[in-house]
């Protein structure tokens, strides 16, 4: 197989194997239906030492839930080999290759979903380190590492190996991607009045003990803020962990059910809407320009897509409906001046937000990655609207790609 060699060497790419990828199995798991048939497959290949079936075998165990047992057979495959090739479409397009991190289903862009209908190839090639002397012919690289604290070495590994990158790369900048932390994207969003990102504090567990003893420390911990404070341990997603803590006292209850040692520490925003509902939305944004992924509206401050009851009311539904059709010309345009501002101070070709709007009308940001799930998995009966608007999402992403691979758009 042809390669690009990064430094002189004679050594030759890896041979990758065939993959699914997650899109395909995530939709089969997301509608229920029956796996027997693909996992009995996927385990015959796996059996006779198909390390493209084990890596799909590993993505199927974390889509049920496993994803100790997932993240263990993965292990296992990318001993065996770390170099994974998914045709896409009918193959005849740009040559991709994306350098991704080993770990769960949020350790990386989303690639597979933001590339269905494209036609093309990807390569995957998982790193532990600077990449090999030799790598897999592409016309373009996407860096596919998302922001974590596992992941941090391997993003600062490969801040001065991108910058000498043969080939055009997306998202090129790891030290960029390292500034997505929570307690780094505030400070990069800071002093800009049309933007409110709350400080946030990495804290160890015993500093959170003082702060339950005397709520007056809070001061030294984040300067101007007061209680209630928001609480999530270090590495935690989907709300795992998270909690709002209103007195100093409530802190000792909530550290007895924590295990973890790190926490992330940050002031509470009350960001409910005139009729008492919370309203959160995710954005992606493709070459600065910012896209609609979801909007979730709940009763509860801690909003989660997945619980907010978007499927059981149809007028959430509807208003997500109204959200969607009319972003570019009514919630863009209202807040021009923050995406602008968070486009150009976060400096990457892709990546994606979670976001609302304070009680002062600004643009609320909670969170931003390049890693954040973006999909199109929700059944089109009930959410007809998010059909063109994740097609048009994927198609201004695939779009970019070409045009980075030096295809005609």
Do not use: Q
């Given at each position: 197989m042809p390669a690009v060699a990064l430094r002189p060497s004679t050594s030759c790419a890896p041979e990758p194997a065939e993959t699914r990828g997650v899109a395909d199995f995530a939709r089969m798991v997301f509608l229920g239906q029956e796996l027997d048939v693909v996992w009995d497959q996927l385990m015959a290949r796996a059996g006779a030492g198909d390390t493209g079936a084990m890596l799909d075998l590993s993505t199927l165990l974390q889509l049920v839930g496993q994803r100790e047992q997932g993240l263990a057979l993965q292990a296992d495959a990318l001993k065996l080999n770390r170099v994974y090739r998914r045709q896409l479409g009918d193959g005849q397009g740009p040559r991709l290759l994306a350098l991704a991190a080993p770990g769960d289903l949020m350790a990386n862009t989303p690639l597979d979903f933001m590339l269905q209908g494209f036609n093309g190839r990807l390569d995957t090639l998982f790193l532990d380190g600077p990449p090999p002397e030799a790598v897999p012919d592409h016309e373009l690289a996407i860096l596919a590492v998302g922001e974590s604290d596992e992941n941090a070495p391997l993003l600062a590994a490969l801040s001065g190996r991108l910058a000498s990158w043969p080939k055009p790369i997306l998202n090129g900048a790891p030290s960029h991607v390292l500034a997505l932390?929570?307690?780094?994207?505030?400070q990069r969003l800071a002093g800009a009045s049309e933007i409110n990102a709350p400080p946030s504090r990495r804290v160890r567990r015993a500093e959170l003990m003082v702060l339950a003893e005397d709520g007056a420390l809070i001061q030294a911990?984040?300067?101007?803020?007061?209680f209630p404070l928001i609480v999530r341990p270090v590495g935690s997603h989907a709300g795992v962990g998270l909690a709002r803590i209103e007195t100093p006292a409530d802190l000792g209850p909530y550290l007895a059910a924590q295990s973890g040692e790190l926490f992330y520490l940050s002031p509470f925003v009350d960001y409910a809407s005139r009729d008492g509902l919370y309203r959160k939305l995710r954005l992606a944004f493709?070459?600065?320009?910012?896209?609609?992924?979801?909007?979730?509206?709940?009763?509860h401050w801690m909003v989660h897509y997945l619980n907010a009851g978007m499927t059981e009311s149809a007028a959430r539904r509807?208003?997500?409906?109204?959200m969607m059709e009319t972003f570019d010309i009514y919630f863009a345009v209202r807040h021009a001046s923050a995406l602008h501002i968070l486009a150009e101070r976060v400096g990457l070709d892709y990546f994606a937000i979670d976001c609302a709007e304070d009680k002062l009308g600004r643009l609320l940001v909670f969170e931003a990655d390049t890693a954040m799930i973006i999909h199109d998995l929700d059944p089109p009966e009930l959410y007809p609207y998010k059909v063109p608007a994740m097609a048009e999402l994927f198609a201004a992403f695939q779009d970019l790609v070409r045009r980075r691979a030096g295809h005609a758009a």
């Open positions: 932390g929570r307690d780094r994207a505030p911990l984040l300067p101007g803020c007061d493709v070459g600065g320009r910012p896209f609609v992924a979801h909007m979730a509206v709940s009763e509807a208003e997500e409906a109204a």
